[in-house]
């Protein structure tokens, strides 16, 4: 029996619910194995080869390889476990969180410490706000990212 999911008309937003942990279980795995020194060494060495040593999907180690975290989020990765790609890249959490957005980190420490998104415009899929799909990327890539689209 399908669950009644309420929640998924919030943009931009992707609940990690039980569904997406179990999709995202082997992605979430190897993302912590991240957490060891020879692992990170290992990955680094061949992000392919170690890649390939977990019961990932093709489509979750292409996300990965792109460093694309709201791909390695729609393929049940937790950005808590994610993080662990980022450090091992020598990212913040800041960072990471700005390439979410098309943000620089500038950029996005800036809009959080303004109070980060506005609600409004916001609140469910179809309406005009700054977190809506027509309007990302976000930031000064994603607003030249866009203009160079229209052009095309």
Not at 14 to 21: R, T
Request: with cysteine.
């Amino acid at each position: 029996m399908a669950l009644d999911k309420p929640y998924t008309d919030v943009p931009g937003t992707i609940i990690f619910d039980a569904e997406q942990s179990r999709k995202g279980y082997w992605l979430n795995q190897f993302c912590m194995s991240l957490m060891k020194a020879e692992n990170r060494t290992r990955f680094k060495a061949n992000e392919r080869a170690y890649l390939d040593e977990w019961a990932m999907t093709e489509e979750q180690k292409q996300a990965v390889l792109a460093r694309d975290l709201n791909w390695c989020m729609r393929t049940g990765g937790n950005i808590y476990f994610l993080a662990k790609i980022g450090a091992t890249d020598g990212l913040s959490f800041q960072q990471m969180a700005g390439s979410m957005t098309g943000m620089t980190e500038e950029e996005y420490r800036n809009m959080m410490i303004h109070g980060g998104r506005s609600a409004e415009g916001n609140r469910v899929i179809g309406e005009n706000g700054d977190a809506q799909a027509q309007n990302q990327p976000q930031g000064a890539a994603g607003q030249q990212s866009r203009a160079a689209g229209k052009k095309a």
